[in-house]
């Protein structure tokens, strides 16, 4: 029988794959067969030889993505690259934390700029080929503060309730055209985001406390959602958020 799971022939843009949760997926896409291309404004040279050691192709694309500027030419320079464009992850992000009546425009707008703006028109750009080609799949990284409202998170909080907002409104509007447009979101994951949080030890004590699996969550939790919505087995799943969380939002 034909693997519904695997990815082999497959291309996936990745964006922010240098390292944590993009890079966690990126992995596990070339581990299920596609070949890699990452965009963002690190150097994802760990993560090129990670894909390499499994069999994959990879490229690495320079993009400042607070900015719409190198959007097409990432599209571009990954179908140049790469030959093809199948899949699109969303994953690159900011965030800033300090109290609201205190956060600062700079600090909205950046946020703002990355999450939300520049994923949506990633999203615009990724999907004007999938149309034309009759088929592709979207992942947008959405967070736990898609449900919910957070802590001295203004702007992530506003982005990443956007992002699943526009994974709906997308999976409407393109779903009838063979494009999957879907939303992963992550639990508390032990990231670079997440240094200063788990450096407080009365903060780190209470987020485990209440997840029920015990512990922060890994890169590589992702993963496994992350190639179910890459792959044919996802081909009837549209506008879903699904949270990987260690089962925070049940409690």
């Not at 949760?21 to 596609?34: E, I, P, R, V």
């Not at 703006?117 to 750009?125: D, V």
């Amino acid at each position: 029988m034909t693997n519904p799971f695997s990815l082999e022939g497959k291309v996936a843009l990745v964006t922010g794959a240098n390292t944590g949760l993009g890079q966690g997926m990126a992995l596990a896409l070339a581990a299920a067969g596609a070949d890699i291309a990452s965009a963002g404004i690190a150097p994802a040279e760990e993560t090129g030889e990670k894909v390499r050691a499994l069999g994959r192709r990879f490229i690495d694309i320079s993009a400042n993505l607070i900015s719409l500027e190198p959007i097409e030419r990432v599209v571009t320079e990954t179908i140049d690259g790469l030959g093809r464009l199948d899949i699109l992850v969303n994953n690159a992000g900011l965030i800033r934390r300090a109290d609201a009546v205190d956060f600062s425009e700079k600090d909205w707008d950046d946020v703002m700029n990355v999450n939300i703006k520049s994923a949506f028109f990633m999203c615009q750009a990724a999907g004007k080929h999938f149309i034309a080609q009759g088929n592709g799949k979207i992942i947008n990284v959405a967070s736990m503060l898609s449900f919910q409202g957070g802590v001295r998170v203004p702007s992530y909080t506003a982005s990443k309730s956007g992002i699943a907002g526009i994974t709906r409104l997308l999976a409407n509007e393109w779903a009838d055209k063979g494009v999957n447009i879907n939303a992963i979101a992550p639990g508390y994951m032990a990231t670079d985001n997440t240094a200063q949080l788990r450096a407080d030890e009365d903060r780190n004590k209470a987020i485990l406390d209440r997840i029920p699996a015990a512990r922060w969550g890994k890169p590589e939790d992702l993963g496994g959602t992350a190639v179910f919505l890459a792959s044919s087995a996802a081909d009837y799943v549209n506008g879903a958020v699904i949270p990987v969380d260690g089962g925070w939002l049940a409690r």
